[in-house]
């Protein structure tokens, strides 16, 4: 499979939901470096997932859970980052071209190297995980955490 498949066309040849079926979808970022991006392009755009193969495409990931009380379970958590990745809600419009993370994977095992989908899903609760590749606009931003105050050279 080309990345172009997996990007487009062969994602929107699946058994589509309609708009209707989608629940309301979340994307959370921080106020570091994700939520300035987002705000000025007026959308969340696909990331590449260091976990995937390289060919995989770039992906959107969002949750319907609209409050996160533990950021590992909806793939939140980071041994490198050390910004609030809970900090920033973006509520999303939704789209033909989103999925549940099942459906993905289970069409595209070949873009998952062995032991990522257990290692994602032994963390994330995978109800909760659904991505797109394509970017995806927002209706609704919301601050969820005050930010905490930097002192100057500490």
Known sequence: ??????????????????????????????????DSGIWRDGAVRPNRHPMLAPEAPPLVWLTPRSRIWRPEAVGLQSVTLTCDRTAVRYEIEPHDGVWTWSEWADLHPDLIPEGVRETLEAYAEPTWLWLSVRPVRFTERRLMRRPTSRRIGA
């Open 1 to 34: 499979m080309t990345t172009d498949e997996a990007s487009g066309s062969l994602l929107d040849r699946r058994t589509a939901k309609t708009i209707g079926e989608f629940p309301r979808l979340y994307h959370y970022t921080c106020l570091d470096h994700g």
